[in-house]
């Protein structure tokens, strides 16, 4: 019996063993699942951080606003101011106009004048003001505008995506607005050459007349223009009356000579006005050139003019004014008067009249 019950409680005892270690078996896989589970959210998580979104941009960046102390702050004397901090964003810069031919003159540089005092340019009458550099010239054309001739002139100028100085006669002007509208929307500078081209140095032109036929040219072109025209002036001939040179300097007008002249309203042909040209600008290696789009073998010259210029190294120089002319008021008035225009109406001819059968 002894024997037995030794038995029975060995056996109990070890079935207790048993259920006791199938327990904490069970127990120990639970706890296992658990920390494996938790490991792999805790992974994803910072997976999930480090990786970039996709799908959201980010937030466009606000342009700072300028300080209101900083703005207040008076600049320093000692100080030299190169540039300006604006609260408003800077206007983007245009781009240049791209040229249809690649082997195009062109234009090398632009310089604004500052017209106030009239100052002088042309080596031929004034030494001052020496601003080209070896190789530099300036185009420039006279006695326009004119019909076939200018816009002759104005295509080749195009097709070499160059620029030029006009100045046109006041009558002329008036004549052809809306040739000289072209010259102007084609960029070009567009000053005078008095009202009637007069030589302005006669000995029987009096002060009051030649003040008249500066002025009156000038309102002539900004009536063709229907805008101001520049304050650039030249003289006919080139004749520079003093007491001129002395007005225009007052209206703070541009006086023009030049460094060579074409002479084309002498010339036969267009090959003469080109080997004239380069003979000249070859021997003083830069210079203001005086043509006429008035003449006729000027517009036949040009297109191989602007082609031996531009083998011979040399490049243009674009001049603006700082500034349009402010005309006088009385001048303006007069020569509508004088003009007798029949009507008030401004616009131009394909607008009032149209081939609508042929």
């Not at 896989?29 to 999930?48: D, Q």
């Not at 030029?164 to 002329?172: D, L, Y």
């Not at 084309?264 to 021997?283: E, G, L, Y």
Request: charged share 20%; glycine share 6%.
């Amino acid at each position: 019996m002894a024997l037995r019950d030794v038995a029975r409680h060995n056996i109990g005892l070890l079935e207790s063993v048993t259920m006791r270690n199938a327990f904490g078996l069970m127990l120990a896989s639970v706890v296992t699942a658990v920390v494996i589970a938790a490991g792999w959210f805790l992974t994803s998580l910072l997976r999930a951080d480090v990786a970039a979104p996709q799908t959201v941009s980010a937030r466009q960046a606000e342009p700072l606003a300028v300080a209101a102390s900083a703005r207040s702050v008076p600049p320093r004397e000692d100080v030299e101011v190169t540039a300006a901090l604006s609260a408003k964003p800077a206007a983007p810069m245009q781009p240049k106009a791209a040229c249809a031919n690649a082997d195009a003159l062109g234009v090398s540089r632009v310089v604004e004048i500052d017209t106030t005092g009239g100052p002088g340019f042309g080596f031929e009458h004034f030494k001052q003001l020496d601003f080209l550099a070896d190789k530099e010239v300036v185009l420039t054309f006279d006695d326009g505008p004119w019909p076939v001739n200018t816009p002759s002139v104005l295509k080749t100028l195009a097709d070499e995506c160059t620029k030029a100085v006009f100045f046109p006669i006041g009558k002329h002007a008036t004549y052809y607005p809306e040739i000289l509208k072209q010259v102007a929307a084609a960029g070009h500078a567009v000053g005078s050459h008095t009202w009637s081209h007069a030589n302005l140095n006669g000995k029987k032109v009096t002060e009051q007349q030649a003040k008249d036929e500066v002025e009156k040219g000038f309102s002539a072109v900004k009536l063709a223009l229907g805008a101001a025209p520049s304050p650039f002036f030249r003289f006919p001939q080139l004749q520079h009356a003093p007491a001129t040179v002395a007005y225009l300097g007052s209206r703070g007008i541009a006086m023009f000579s030049c460094d060579l002249d074409s002479f084309d309203f002498k010339a036969k042909d267009a090959a003469q006005i080109v080997n004239t040209v380069m003979t000249k600008v070859d021997k003083s290696g830069k210079g203001i050139i005086l043509m006429h789009d008035f003449q006729k073998h000027t517009a036949e010259a040009l297109p191989i003019l602007l082609r031996r210029l531009k083998a011979g190294g040399y490049k243009v120089v674009q001049m603006k004014a700082k500034a349009p002319l402010q005309t006088l008021v009385e001048y303006d008035e007069g020569l509508v008067k004088d003009v007798k225009l029949p009507t008030v109406s401004s616009r131009p001819l394909n607008s009032v009249v149209q081939t609508v059968s042929q």
